[in-house]
Structures are given as C-alpha cells and as structure tokens.
C-alpha cells in the first residue's frame, strides 16, 4: 500500500508547471492500473489528460483534479527549493503541496485502500486529471468533458480535490461555485491634443459615467447558498503616455462573480443597455468562464459531512465563495460535484505548503467517502 506522503513527494518533485505534467499522470496511472483501472490519456493540443476507470457500471464516482501548478517566483525567497519536497516541524513544503498534489497523492492511496477492502465494489470509480486548470483551461477538463459526453458516458458524483479548507482541514467544503463572466470593452474616441479637445473625442471622460453607473448598480440579492452578483473592473488602460496627447480609444476589462439568481445573458444585456444610454461608441467581447453551480442535499453532499465528521470529530461548512474550479466543467452534465481538499492558506504563495497530518487525515475522508456511496 502506497504512503500519502511518499507518494505527494514523488508528485512534488516533478516540474508541472502549466500545462506541463513532467509524468505526474503516469504514475498515477502505474498505482491505478495495478488495482484494475482502465487508463485512457486523452491528449488536445498541448494538454496532457487522463481518463481512468474501475468498473462499468452506474452510479460513477469520479475524482477530479490537476497536476500542473502555477510558476514558483522568486526561487531566492523559497526556504527549500520548490521542486525539492521537504518536510518541516510537520509541513511537507513544495509547489503544488497544497494546490493540488497532495490531493492526488491523498485520492490514490484512498483508492488503493478501498478496492483492497472492498474489490466487489458497486458502480465504478474514475479519475478524471488535467494538466491545464492554472492555465487558459481549454485543452482540460472541458475537452475532456464533451470527449465522456459524445459516448454518453456519465458522471454521477464528482469530488475535486481543491484546497477548500479555511484553518482545519475539513472546516469548509464548496458544494457550488459562482459564474463567471469577463467583458472586454473598447471604447472608441478621437486622438488629438490636450490642447484643442474640440478636435478631439476623449473616450475616458465619455466612459467615466457609464463605468460609474456599472460599479454602482445593484445586480441582485443573492440567495441562501450565493451572495450578490458582484461587479469588479480589473484592468483600464488608455493613453499614449504622453500628458499633452488625448487618447483615442479607452480599453476595460471587468468581471461579473455573478449567483444564480441571475443568467449570463440577462447580465449582458444589462450592461449593453447602460452603455447604450450613455452613447458610447463601443466594441465588447464576452468571454465565458463558467455556470454558477449548486449541489444541495443529496448522497455526495451527505456522505462529505459524514466522512468529516467521523475523521475529524467536527462539522463542516458548505460554501459557494471564493473563485471558480473545474468543477463549473462537470456540473453541467447532471454530476453532483463536491470540492475538498487541505487548508488553502499557502496556495499559489511562496513557500507553499501542507500538514502531513492532514494529508493523512484527507485520504482517510476520501476513504470513507467511497465507502458510503459505493458499498451497500
């Protein structure tokens, strides 16, 4: 039997760096492969995926996650070198110890425990990995999604092993995410000189009231489970940087983090109408990131809290906040879908890391998790 911390070094010690996998998938697949999984790696563009499955039968577990991870930063300011999986007073330190390789290590020695105990199992157990989910995520999960959706091949409870925890492992769970709407707005002026603005059209002041009028409005109230779609501009630019010139046009991005009391589409045309009414002269794309997903009650959501319980003597809180997962991939297709994984407190961050407790602690909720929807 494999040891989850053995196993999250192996993983740490390779360079995965989107969208990379440097043979992460491999060797999951050489755990998986011994305990009867069919190993399928689906490969678009310059995308590594795998697709592993024990058993053919409903209902499908599937247990989803990614094993690149976003770039280390500054390698000076690293106490151990990011790549070089070192345990310190108890945190196992490394790129992608927290976001989200010691999930997969957690994920397989979960598996590898319950098939040994349980190998005439119902329904089937699958793996659904990417390399791209830090990156633009399009060659990931969302390919490999329309592959399993083609041949009708279904998921019924999708577990994604993000870092959900807040301060104890365990404490939060995600059982939905927002959506996700970004617009990218070119508002279109006249060049010319500070000095003669009747010759020119300055997009900046034109915007400046209909951009206002945007961060002001009030979307709507949420509801128990979401908070109120909220509005955020990320990024402004206009000017030639020089101070005696008007600019000609003026670029916005924004992003809608929006609940499910409202739709992308009802969005959009809200926005169009404020810019309309201010007579903006304007282009806009849209890029969509992803539905805002729920999973209530139900037998995935139940039997988390349960496992949590058991393993760790206190309750769980479901939550929707924070940002989006490859989760808002898997929903659409009817899967329930539930993320939890160690404490996130060090993700993306210098000097990543993660308690090997918890670790430990996490494959036994995985473990038992199998156990409550998969044996009878």
């Known amino acids: 039997m494999s040891s989850v911390i053995d196993l999250a070094k192996d993983l740490l010690s390779r360079a995965s760096v989107t969208p990379l996998d440097e043979g992460c998938q491999p060797l999951m697949a ?6 009867g999984f069919n ?3 689906m ?6 995926n795998m697709w592993a499955r024990r058993g053919t039968q409903a209902p499908v577990f599937c247990f989803a996650g990614h094993t690149d991870v976003v770039p280390t930063g500054d390698l000076s300011r690293w106490h151990t070198p990011p790549f070089d999986p070192t345990i310190i ?3 196992l330190h490394g790129r992608g110890a927290a976001d989200m390789k010691g999930s997969l290590a957690a994920m397989i020695v979960a598996t590898e425990r319950f098939v040994a105990k349980h190998p005439d199992h119902k329904g089937s157990i699958a793996y659904l990995i990417t390399s791209d989910e830090e990156g ?3 060659n990931g999960t969302p390919k490999v999604i329309e592959t399993l959706e083609a041949r009708n091949e279904k998921i019924t409870w999708a577990l994604v092993g993000e870092p959900s925890s807040t301060h104890k492992l365990g404490d939060v769970v995600k059982n939905g995410r927002r959506g996700s709407l970004t617009g990218n707005l070119t508002v279109k002026g006249i060049q010319g000189h500070v000095a003669y603005p009747h010759l020119a059209d300055n997009p900046i002041h034109k915007a400046s009231p209909a951009l206002a009028e945007l961060a002001q409005m009030h979307w709507d109230n949420g509801n128990e489970f979401f908070p109120p779609t909220s509005f955020q501009i990320a990024n402004i630019n206009g000017g030639t940087g020089a101070s005696n010139v008007i600019p000609g046009d003026l670029k916005v ?4 983090r929006y609940s499910t009391e409202v739709t992308a589409e009802e969005l959009i045309q809200r926005v169009l109408s404020i810019l309309d009414a201010h007579g903006l002269d304007y282009d806009i794309d849209w890029v969509f990131n992803g539905l805002p997903f729920l999973t209530g009650d139900g037998p995935l959501l139940e039997a988390t809290k349960q496992s949590i319980r058991e393993v760790t003597g206190y309750d769980t809180d479901p939550q929707t906040s924070g940002g989006t997962s490859d989760g808002r991939f898997i929903a659409p297709t009817g899967a329930q879908v539930i993320e939890l994984g160690p404490v996130n407190a060090t993700i993306h961050k210098i000097n990543e890391c993660v308690s090997t407790a918890d670790l430990e602690q996490l494959a036994l909720c995985y473990e038992r998790i199998l156990e409550k929807l998969l044996c009878d």
């Open 39 to 41: 190993i399928e790696s």
């Open 89 to 91: 007073d108890g945190y």
């Open 43 to 48: 490969v678009f563009h310059d995308t590594t």
């Open 30 to 35: 050489e755990h998986l492969s011994k305990i």
């Open 136 to 138: 633009p995520f399009i």
């Open 253 to 256: 991005m924004f992003n809608f």
